[in-house]
Nanobody
Framework: QVQLVESGGGLVQAGGSLRLSCAAS????????MGWLRQAPGKEREFVAS????????AYADSVKDRFTVSRDNAKKTVNLQMNNLSPEDTAVYYC?????????????????WGQGTQVTVSS
């Protein structure tokens, strides 16, 4: 079983950048696909990005493609989300999630393990 802790959220102006990090403990990190999902107030939790166990394949929601980049370091058991050109629509709680397996999972229900979330607020 893997435990996940996110960091790096905060307040940023539109057009700015943030880098989220997720540290994992327990489990065998390189057996997990890692994902980032977000939930805005009053909305469902939605997929943002995922990365397979060795980093060879990634997936992004259309809304963040070309602005966000997901990466992982298996030696450090971390996964990162670099977010550029942020807009107020990106304001949400961002969650790191893990799923044992090799696919690029896209759905909230695909993930078994979750962090506590980190708030990202983008001001206009």
């Amino acid at each position: 079983q893997v435990q996940l802790v996110e960091s790096g959220g905060g307040l940023v102006q539109a057009g700015g950048s943030l880098r989220l990090s997720c540290a994992a403990s327990g489990g065998t990190f390189n057996r997990y696909t890692m994902g980032w999902l977000r939930q805005a107030p009053g909305k469902e939790r939605e997929f943002v990005a995922s990365i397979v166990w060795d980093g060879s394949s990634t997936a992004y929601a259309d809304s963040v493609k070309d602005r966000f980049t997901v990466s992982r370091d298996n030696a450090k058991k971390t996964v990162n989300l670099q977010m550029n050109n942020l807009s107020p629509e990106d304001t949400a709680v961002y969650y790191c999630a893990a799923r044992l397996g090799a696919d690029r999972y896209y759905r909230r229900e695909d993930y078994n393990y979750w962090g506590q979330g980190t708030q990202v607020t983008v001001s206009s």
